[in-house]
């Protein structure tokens, strides 16, 4: 039997980290499958229980220098904790760092020749490089010990070697002097790299942050203690002690615990987790009922059938877990570059030294190590490393100014190939709410009556009749609700009814061919219709309520149709309704009575045929299909489960941000991916130059002073080419 977990991970600082974590993992007996997600710091785990179990995991992967968080007991809640700590080291690394980088930088400009300026330097720099930047080397002894490298070991060594350099060069300059060489101290260029590397890993910290709160709102519809009837007696137990078959009692107000059926009771329930619908559905006898629900307004005695794992929410809740802990491609780049690119840069450093030695002549060690640490310092990934914050940071900036709220570089990236644009119906495209659409009345006093009986009613349709009808209130004798159907009320010793067109011809009312017509009419059009008469005698009043277009959704849909994308609208709502929402705002893709794995399921057959899909919602039965989407679009008056797990929101509401979300998308990455450029071929055209190339044919050498200029302007240049991005 296997078992599949997801298990916290501590001590990862990059991409590599979660690549040797993996192939650890991969290597332990009794591990079938192990992926390693460096986005959310979670190991997914497939294991044979009779083989090996989560203490040998953790050991082994304690033996490379990382952990394991298994502990049982709130351990998503501690996990949660680390993190939060850990964003706040970066932040107070990254400050501090700059506090003390700042006069460093001044002093290697401007002070060289001061005064006792090496032994500033010195002192400015020796805290940031082993005080707040202590785990770059500290990463890299443990790559070292794995015999593995990423990114700290390129800055370790960079830093390290210019600090050592540097250092040699303070207290015996004559060795270089000898020889000819000025003996130059680079404490300014091991400093600011530390510094502008940390502020990459604070902006990375703070975007992975927060990932599982997403799965704690939806872990939170669900009962922490629940009543049944055991031995004919009413008792309160925890929600864990539940079993199959219990007698469940749910009072008004109270979340519906298990998924079951009705024994006794009616009541309205709010089915909004599950349906993503406004308007309360009616349970009795026999009905259906759902974990996460709400009940309303009646005592309802349910038959648990699913309890625990097997409900409906639970299915939601590890779906939107699994589609969250799936690699995202931007993880797979990371992955790739910095199993490339360190290893080269190293072999070419050691391969610089070594042909100096054997090719360098009188002055030979002197000017190999020169060559090398120029090559370890301006192949330093500082550029590599801003390349892709930067432009996030001005793309997010650009995108919150617009009232468009970004997660992080994997919804940017993500917007850039979409083609396919999943829409939910109620509250994306429409307002969210039932709205009085039309009225048509046979009575002069008709609206009056109307009012009057609404306001007396507890049905949520009721409040949208009454806020749209702006007339005095008449006393209303006698009244009484017929649950499902509608109401009776006496006004002036007159009975009134109000209700469905089939509780109103039960009450021996008759309609004529054009208010059958009418109604007809209505209900093609996906509205709910009430009439009002005088009961066993005549109709007053015919009203249609609808859940309306909001203004802008038209506009929005046709300019992502014209821009090429394939728009489909998904939705809980009927067919008619659809139907009707659907030729409202142009839309010929659309599918009714959808259930959230519906919508989820219907995105996966997209994906297999190949096509980028966002999916545009805002209710908590969107999660799964926000979170299995390429890109999850949440609309802002949405629920907040909706916004944890899409990578976008829209604060406004407005459903034209969507296009200009994927534009913005667009335009970021592809700075992004102009910046990857030149740090790229500016380390291609460097480190050759660096290395001593030119050397033999016309005594050019970059030395590291010159390599530090050139490593600080390619970071200058990726961070203006990213500024660009605000009037693009």
Not at 79 to 88: D, L, M, P, R
Request: glycine share 8%; aromatic share 6%; net charge negative.
């Amino acid at each position: 039997m296997e078992n599949e977990v997801q298990i916290p991970v501590l001590g990862m600082s990059c991409a590599a980290c979660a690549g040797s974590i993996e192939k650890v993992l991969r290597e332990t007996p009794g591990v079938i499958t192990a992926d390693v997600n460096y986005a959310n710091e979670k190991a997914r785990v497939k294991i044979d229980p009779d083989k090996t179990d989560l203490e040998l995991l953790k050991k082994q992967v304690q033996a490379i220098g990382y952990d394991l968080f298994i502990e049982q007991e709130n351990s998503e809640e501690k996990a949660e904790e680390i993190k939060s700590e850990k964003v706040q080291k970066a932040k107070s690394n990254m400050i501090w760092a700059g506090i003390f980088s700042v006069p460093l930088l001044i002093v290697g400009m401007f002070g060289m020749h001061w005064p006792y300026s090496q032994y500033i330097m010195l002192a400015l720099s020796t805290p940031i490089l082993f005080v707040f930047g202590k785990h770059f080397f500290i990463n890299a002894w443990k790559q070292a010990k794995n015999r593995s490298v990423n990114m700290d070991t390129l800055v370790a060594l960079s830093t390290g070697i210019a600090y050592v350099f540097s250092l040699f060069n303070t207290f015996t300059p004559a060795y270089f002097l000898d020889r000819g060489i000025e003996a130059h101290v680079y404490y300014e260029a091991a400093g600011v790299v530390i510094f502008f590397i940390l502020i990459g890993k604070f902006l990375e910290e703070k975007a992975k942050s927060g990932t599982s709160a997403a799965l704690k709102k939806l872990m939170s519809l669900q009962a922490k203690e629940v009543t049944v009837i055991r031995n004919g007696e009413e008792e309160t137990v925890p929600l864990e002690e539940l079993i199959q078959g219990d007698l469940v009692i749910v009072k008004p107000g109270e979340k519906i615990p298990v998924d079951g059926k009705v024994k006794k009771g009616e009541s309205y329930v709010d089915e909004s987790s599950i349906s993503g619908e406004p308007v309360p559905v009616l349970k009795e006898k026999k009905s259906e009922v759902f974990a996460g629900t709400l009940n309303q307004n009646g005592n309802l005695r349910i038959l648990a059938q699913k309890i625990g794992k097997d409900t409906y929410l639970s299915q939601i809740i590890a779906s939107v877990e699994a589609a969250q802990g799936s690699k995202a491609p931007v993880q797979k780049m990371v992955d790739k570059v910095a199993s490339i690119f360190v290893p080269v840069v190293l072999l070419i450093a050691v391969l610089t030294f070594v042909i100096w030695q054997l090719f360098g002549g009188e002055h030979k060690l002197a000017l190999g190590l020169v060559s090398t640490l120029s090559v370890l310092v301006i192949a330093c990934p500082c550029a590599l490393g801003l390349a892709t914050p930067t432009a996030i940071m001005v793309g997010v900036g650009k995108a919150a100014n617009a009232g468009i709220l970004v997660k992080d570089a994997e919804s940017l990236e993500a917007a850039k190939e979409i083609d396919t644009i999943i829409l939910d119906k109620t509250g994306t495209i429409t307002e969210g709410k039932p709205g009085l659409s039309d009225i048509e009345t046979y009575h002069d006093n008709a609206k009056s009556i109307f009012k009057s009986l609404e306001s007396l009613s507890e049905h949520p349709l009721a409040k949208a009749i009454t806020s749209a009808i702006d007339t005095e209130k008449l006393d209303v004798s006698s009244f009484e609700s017929v649950t499902g159907k509608g109401i009776e009320g006496v006004i002036e010793n007159k009975t009134y009814v109000v209700g469905t067109p089939e509780f109103i011809s039960e009450s021996g009312v008759s309609f004529d061919e054009s208010q059958k017509q009418l109604v007809s009419q209505w209900q093609n059009e996906g509205k709910t219709v009430i009439l009002l008469a005088e009961k066993q005698k005549t109709l007053l009043a015919i009203a249609a309520l609808q859940d309306k277009v909001k203004a802008n959704s038209k506009e929005a849909i046709q300019l992502l149709q014209q821009t090429g994308h394939k728009v489909v609208m998904l939705t809980g709502d009927n067919a008619g309704t659809a139907k009707a929402v659907a030729h409202e705002v142009g839309l010929e893709h659309f599918k009714a009575s959808c259930l959230p794995t519906d919508k989820s399921d219907f995105i996966k057959e997209e994906q297999k045929a190949g096509r980028k899909v966002a999916m545009v919602g805002d209710g908590i039965n969107d999660s799964v299909s926000l979170a299995q989407a390429d890109l999850g679009i949440a609309m802002g008056s949405g629920a907040d489960v909706a916004l944890e797990v899409a990578k976008i929101a829209i604060v406004s509401n407005d459903l034209l941000k969507v296009p200009q979300a994927l534009k913005i998308g667009k335009q970021t990455i592809r700075t992004v991916n102009q910046n990857l450029f030149w740090a790229f071929i500016y380390n291609v055209i460097g480190i050759p130059l660096a290395a001593g190339l030119l050397y033999p044919i016309n005594g050019f050498m970059i030395n590291p002073m010159i390599a530090g200029g050139a490593m600080a302007f390619s970071s200058v240049s990726v961070v203006l080419n990213s500024l660009r991005l605000r009037g693009a």
